[in-house]
């Protein structure tokens, strides 16, 4: 009872603004007490507003009272440091620590807030805070959690509360900002604003929620497709284990004759296939003689020399027929099953019978090109050209998303990045992950992926897309396609179409180019390691109406 009592006497002879024992005690008008120094920064503070106020009951002054020193305080005071066996010493965890907000009243070392106040705007501790909830003016204010950024919902320019929303300008201000900078602007309170703001943050999350719940299902698939794919791939294990236990010990019967008549067949295939790729590899390397000379042709400016050298340049020879080339994709696990299967009954058949020559033919089913837009949408990316990148002899328009080749040269400033030998285009943004998009074009266009660093000062035809290691094009034409990589160019078989899909997981290192008109035709597919993110390109030759490309905007 003796510590509480002691306890109550220091409260009633403590400063509230420093909570320590009054220092030079002195009474205001109001009938409060402080330390005289602690009354004084107080109200220096107020000097501003002209307007002087107790920190416990905010009674106002319009002058500042004359402070003189409460000798009677003093004396209880004296008299109670030295009859208390205890000193002050309040625990550690109601003070402010780095991370704590500090009241703003304390003096002196400062205690945690529990409150701030965006009427005044100002943090209290316990102590302090009390007013709000027994001054009637006071208990108006609205109180929240300890806040260090109060002083963010200040106006700058009028020292007042920010609770109006300019919509016009899009920012917080205050009542005095309407009568002058922001006067006929469109103001609504900020607690308004908010109310629909919230409800577009409400939407969003909805829709990233959504998107959340999209994808967690298609992770959900694939996970099963990993697993129908691994059981597949483990019963085919087994079963053909099995098969070819068999099939080996019927084999070995034979050995040495089947050996015999598949190294001779081997010999003759090999020979015929070779001579063949001989001749190919010959009118490959003619080919691309004739193309360089054709595209050096296309671009000269003297018409005389380009009818005089056409006429020689342009005749082709015979090519050499390749039809009987044959390229056999694989079978999914249950097909290979089936396959084996099969083989299995039919050499049972031949072993039996005769010793005829011995051939294994594995036939095989190529994944069927998807032919549905919707699936690739959601990976639609929307590109934008480089003007840096843009060569003279292009225009850009709509939005930097469509090129022109023209016959004059456009007034591009000097730029590291341009390619200054070719009419090509890079676009601006980088492209790694999943992306999709599509290109209209007209005339004779070379859509491409391409890394940042290829040349684009080289004259040479190594500066092209798709004639070196750092490019992979598409070259759309009248009547077809041809696929480039590293000078090495493939003629692609499809139906012709005024507009193109590029579709890139650069992760996965895959490349498809689509025929796209009302449904989707794959025209080549590039499976790769993509050492470095890609960039969309461009390339445009000219022709009698024209060449453009124009990066169609995906909805």
Same mark, same amino acid.
């Given at each position: ?30 009938g409060?007490?402080y ?17 002087y ?5 905010r !009674?106002?002054f ?9 000798i ?17 010493s ?16 304390? +003096?002196g070392r400062?205690?945690?807030?529990? $409150? ?11 102590n302090?805070?009390?007013?709000h ?28 509360v920010?609770?109006?929303f ?13 009568m002058?900078e ?12 908010? +109310?629909? $703001? ?9 829709? &990233?929620?959504?998107?959340i ?5 298609d ?25 070819f ?10 050995s040495?004759d ?6 001779s067949?081997?010999?003759t ?6 001579? %063949?790729?001989k001749?190919?590899e ?7 003689r ?16 380009f ?13 050499t ?5 044959? &390229?056999?994709? %694989? ?16 050499l049972q ?10 051939s294994? $033919?594995?036939?095989?089913?190529s994944e ?10 959601k990976?639609?990316?929307e ?6 990148? !843009?060569?003279?002899?292009l ?13 004059h ?12 030998t070719?009419p090509q ?6 492209? =790694? ?21 290829i040349n684009?000062?080289d ?7 798709g ?5 992979w ?16 160019? =493939? ?6 179409s ?20 009302e ?32 990066f169609?905007?995906?909805?």
């Amino acid at each position: 009872m003796a510590k509480r009592g002691d306890q109550l006497d220091r409260e009633e002879f403590s400063c509230s603004i420093c909570l320590d024992l009054l220092k030079d005690p002195v009474t205001i008008p109001c009938g409060h007490s402080y330390c005289m120094n602690c009354i004084k920064v107080h109200w220096d503070r107020e000097t501003q507003r002209r307007i002087y106020s107790c920190p416990q009951c905010r !009674a106002t002054f319009r002058q500042r009272p004359a402070l003189s020193k409460n000798i009677l305080l003093s004396e209880l005071v004296m008299d109670l440091k030295k009859t208390s066996r205890h000193q002050a010493s309040p625990v550690n965890h109601c003070y402010a620590g780095a991370e704590d907000v500090a009241c703003d009243v304390c +003096t002196g070392r400062k205690r945690k807030a529990v $409150k701030s106040c965006l009427s005044c705007p100002a943090s209290y501790c316990e102590n302090h805070l009390q007013p709000h909830y027994d001054a009637p003016p006071l208990k108006k204010h609205k109180l929240r959690n300890p806040s260090k950024n109060l002083q963010e919902n200040i106006c700058s320019r009028h020292d007042e509360v920010m609770k109006i929303f300019c919509r016009t300008d899009q920012q917080c201000i205050c009542y005095l900002c309407t009568m002058d900078e922001h006067k006929g602007h469109e103001t609504v309170p900020a607690a308004a604003e908010r +109310t629909e $703001k919230q409800k577009e943050l409400q939407e969003r999350r909805q829709q &990233i929620q959504q998107r959340i719940q999209d994808q967690e299902k298609d992770v959900k698939l694939l996970q099963q497709e990993v697993e129908a794919i691994n059981g597949s791939a483990d019963k085919a294990v087994e079963d053909n284990e099995k098969i070819f236990t068999d099939l080996i010990r019927l084999l070995q019967k034979r050995s040495s004759d089947v050996k015999q008549q598949i190294r001779s067949q081997q010999e003759t295939e090999v020979s015929r296939v070779k001579e %063949l790729q001989k001749k190919l590899e010959q009118e490959i390397t003619e080919l691309k003689r004739k193309d360089a000379e054709l595209e050096k042709l296309s671009i000269t400016e003297d018409h005389t020399q380009f009818l005089q050298n056409y006429p020689s340049l342009s005749a082709l020879s015979e090519s050499t027929h390749s039809s009987s080339i044959n &390229i056999r994709p %694989l079978r999914y696990f249950e097909d290979v099953t089936a396959a084996v299967s099969e083989l299995w009954d039919i050499l049972q058949d031949i072993l039996r019978e005769t010793q005829r020559n011995f051939s294994l $033919k594995v036939t095989v089913r190529s994944e069927t090109a998807p032919k549905v837009r919707a699936r690739f949408l959601k990976y639609s990316r929307e590109i934008i050209l480089d003007p840096n990148t !843009a060569n003279r002899l292009l225009s850009l328009s709509e939005g930097n998303r469509k090129v022109i080749l023209t016959d004059h040269q456009q007034s591009y400033p000097d730029h590291k990045d341009r390619f200054t030998t070719w009419p090509q285009v890079l676009s601006r943004d980088s492209l =790694t992950g999943r992306c999709y998009w599509e290109v209209e074009w007209k005339g004779v266009a070379i859509a491409a992926v391409s890394y940042d660093n290829i040349n684009r000062a080289d004259t040479s035809a190594e500066g092209l897309f798709g004639w070196n290691k750092k490019s992979w094009s598409l070259r759309c034409e009248k009547n077809s396609y041809i696929f480039q990589h590293n000078s090495i160019q =493939t003629p692609v078989p499809g139906p012709v179409s005024s507009r193109i899909g590029v579709y890139l997981d650069h992760r996965a290192g895959i490349l498809c180019f689509y025929s796209v008109s009302e449904t989707m035709t794959l025209l080549h597919r590039v499976q790769t390691t993509f050492t470095k993110p890609l960039y969309a390109g461009i390339r445009l030759r000219s022709c009698i109406n024209g060449s453009t490309a124009d990066f169609v905007k995906l909805k």
